[in-house]
């Protein structure tokens, strides 16, 4: 039987931006969702999200904690005194790594709009790893480097909540679904000849509902709030986490709509280097996945099974990811088994649930997690 930790008292400082243009691409399975596993391990939490960091003093007082934890890659620009403040608050202290730190030169050419933004990433969050006391990473390197360098660091595959797998699927499309910004590399694929028609981008079911306006309210009434200086935080606060709660899941519950649009969900080539949440999510979403094959990752490449469970293919070779994306149209009993095998490893390896868990026991006890 699973442990839980109803004794355990965690202040969860998430990630959240202030207008849907940004928000969209945070995936709700690196941010609010971890919320899912805390109240499955039976967490006593308190989360705020970065928009209240400001009143976060006001908000805990006196309280104390066993831990805290706090996405560092873009909250890394916080005040000093923040952080200084969070030292004191818990004898554990987690920072959260949903992005690479490392970048070389070999990929600017590769994407160069994006390089120059990204390469000081590092050094932003190695000036917040002195108030840690651990860190989860998601590329398997920064883990093991964050460990090297004296800050014990967990790999943190991703993972979805396990009442978010489909097993009601409805017929596949005719073309794969590709999300994200189609810069660099990405962009060189998708125009490749053999790949022209065959993908396409997800539909965009939630941009087209009243979510994202209530997302952009939600947070101009937060700050018009903070700015007018009103006092009752209580009843404010926990209105705007039952409001962003409520967006953030049925936002998500459409993304995995616009998932089943396609054939199949490609992971195309970018500058994160792990499987990225929409892996997980199409397999949740219940189609198979083709990913570019990461160079230099050898425990990602194990999390599934390559050909069974997941297809890759080299960023080199665009044909061959035009050849899985035409097999999977022609053979939709092969598009099935690959399905059906991902969603088992899936439920059984890659929840929510289990992934907070890990990080419960590996945080607690030492004990070191597996994925496969």
């Known amino acids: 039987m699973s442990r839980e930790y109803p004794s355990l008292r965690i202040l969860n400082l998430q990630l959240e931006f202030n207008n849907w243009a940004l928000a969209r691409p945070w995936s709700y399975c690196v941010g609010l969702a971890l919320e899912e596993g805390l109240e499955a391990a039976g967490v006593n939490f308190l989360t705020l999200t970065s928009p209240w960091l400001n009143r976060a003093q ?26 200084e403040w969070i030292a004191g ?109 065959l993908v396409a981008r997800p539909r965009g079911a939630e ?56 054939c199949a969900v490609l992971n195309l080539p970018s500058l994160a280097k792990c499987y990225a949440g929409r892996v997980y999510e199409g397999m949740a979403a219940g189609r198979p996945i083709i990913s570019w094959d990461i160079p230099n990752r050898p425990r990602t490449r194990a999390l599934f099974e390559i050909g069974r469970e997941i297809l ?22 092969v598009a099935e088994r690959v399905v059906d095998a991902a969603r088992c490893k899936l439920r059984e390896f890659h929840t929510i649930e289990r992934r907070v868990r890990q990080i419960l026991e590996w945080s607690t006890e030492g004990v070191e997690p597996k994925f496969n």
Do not use: C
């Not at 006196?62 to 560092?72: G, H, L, P």
């Open 58 to 83: 006001e908000i805990v007082g006196e309280r104390r904690f066993d831990q805290v934890w706090v996405e560092i890659v873009h909250q890394s620009t916080a005040p000093a005194a923040l952080w």
């Open 312 to 333: 890759l293919f080299n960023p080199d070779q665009p044909a061959k990811l035009a050849e899985h994306i035409e097999r999977l149209i022609r053979e939709p009993e």
């Open 207 to 262: 941009d087209q509902s009243l979510l994202p306006l209530l997302f952009d309210g939600l947070h101009q009434a937060t700050y018009a709030f903070f700015e007018q200086g009103r006092t009752d935080w209580q009843s404010s606060h926990d209105l705007y986490m039952t409001t962003l709660r409520a967006i953030r899941r049925s936002s998500f519950e459409l993304y995995l709509d616009a998932l089943q649009s396609g």
């Open 89 to 197: 608050l818990a004898p554990v202290r987690i920072g959260f790594v949903a992005e690479s730190l490392q970048y070389d030169e070999s990929e600017r050419a590769l994407w160069p709009d994006a390089f120059d933004q990204l390469e000081p990433r590092k050094q932003r969050v190695e000036q917040v790893l002195p108030y840690l006391t651990h860190a989860v990473a998601v590329d398997e390197v920064d883990a093991e480097d964050l460990t090297e360098a004296g800050l014990p660091a967990m790999w943190w595959p991703q993972g979805v909540p396990s009442r978010t797998v489909r097993h009601d699927v409805p017929p596949p499309g005719h073309r794969a679904v590709s999300g994200g910004t189609p810069y660099g590399k990405r962009a060189e694929i998708l125009a490749h000849p053999a790949v022209k028609g």
